[in-house]
């Protein structure tokens, strides 16, 4: 199966999609890779500008809107995550991967946690870093198969979402924390009333000081798109226009 990569970055213009590398426009590959078997996987590897990435579920809170407000007033903008799990605060300084993948016969969603899981397990490993698979009391989007670092602290969150025909896995990985990032994370989840301890934030730089984010983001692509082609040809699919200045 042939795979496409698109990396992209805030403020340049993420390939074949648009300036702002956010993530909506998973949604979109998602669904083009559902309905075109033949495309074969994309891996996207991008880093968003500020962002507050909300679940559905959180969608439907009371103070939703409050939670909103608060992100708009510091300049983040409010979306829907395309996966599964719970709010995120996302800046330049984190790298969110997707894998997205035809799927005619249903997998099992754990194996693919656990599969992909070890995968970036490994990588950090042989960053550095010493991860593990398994979550952290008091983390944000708490889930079974978050990354951790020591036990301690979170520093990949994992999800999924599957749609007849695909399935997306997505990790979002923080080289860094900013001041603003971690008062969105107090103040959203503050708002929506969800359990969080500030102090499981982690960051890669925190773990390992020596890796930069462009050694990480080809760390990334080494393992999860190791034979893939960049290809502008998604241009025409996603209906943008092929005279963009395209990422190499």
Known sequence: MSTTLIRG?????DRALNPTADLTLTTRLLNLVANNHEIGSVVRVY????????SGIERRMPRFGEAVGEALAFGFEPVIRPAGGRMV???QQWLVMDVITPETIKSDSRN????EGK???DLLGSLGVQAGLGAVAGEYCPGDYSINARGDVKIVGTAQRVV?????FSASIPMS???????????VNALLGLDWNNRTLGSIEKESPEVSIEGLEQALISVFAPDATEGAELAD??????NLAFVN
């Open 177 to 187: 924390i900013s001041t603003d990032v971690g008062q969105m994370f107090d103040r």
């Open 119 to 121: 995968k970036l397990v």
């Open 112 to 115: 693919v946690y656990l599969s």
């Open 89 to 91: 605060a996302l800046d």
């Open 47 to 54: 880093r968003p500008a500020p962002t507050v990435a909300f």
């Open 164 to 168: 007849r025909g695909a399935r997306l």
């Open 237 to 242: 699919l996603l209906d943008y226009d092929r």
């Open 9 to 13: 970055e805030a403020g340049r213009v």
